[in-house]
């Protein structure tokens, strides 16, 4: 079992960053490749990012490559989302998720591997 808790969201103008933050609690966090999806209202969770349990590869949606970065530290069981040149179309619902070891790249991008979901924090961006 793995309880994930987000924090960091909140209200930026277009343009600034915000930090998200996943503490994990569960002793699979380290073996378990770590990502970030959001939501808004009326449409389907969006993939954001993911990364491996050795921190070694990254993945990221194309709208938010070179402005977003994830990071883990796995001594405090924690992964991180950087989110700088924040736009209004990054409003959303960000979720933390847990994939389940072994799980594929198509896994990781489409969703499939995830086994625990946080609550989600949300971002808006003013424009």
């Known amino acids: 079992q793995v309880q994930l808790v987000e924090s960091g969201g909140g209200l930026v103008e277009a343009g600034g960053s915000l930090r998200l933050s996943c503490a994990a609690a569960g002793r699979t966090f380290s073996s378990s490749a770590m990502g970030w999806f959001r939501q808004t209202p009326g449409k389907e969770r969006e993939f954001v990012s993911a990364?491996?349990?050795?921190?070694?590869?990254?993945f990221y949606l194309n709208s938010v490559k070179g402005r977003f970065t994830i990071s883990r530290d796995n001594g405090k069981n924690t992964v991180y989302l950087q989110m700088n040149s924040l736009q209004p179309e990054d409003t959303a619902v960000y979720y933390c998720?847990?994939?389940?070891?072994?799980?594929?790249?198509?896994?990781?991008?489409?969703?499939?591997?995830?086994?625990?979901w946080g609550k989600g924090t949300l971002v808006t961006v003013s424009s």
């Open positions: 990364i491996t349990w050795t921190g070694r590869s990254t």
């Open positions: 998720a847990s994939y389940s070891v072994g799980s594929t790249t198509a896994n990781i991008y489409g969703g499939g591997g995830v086994n625990y």
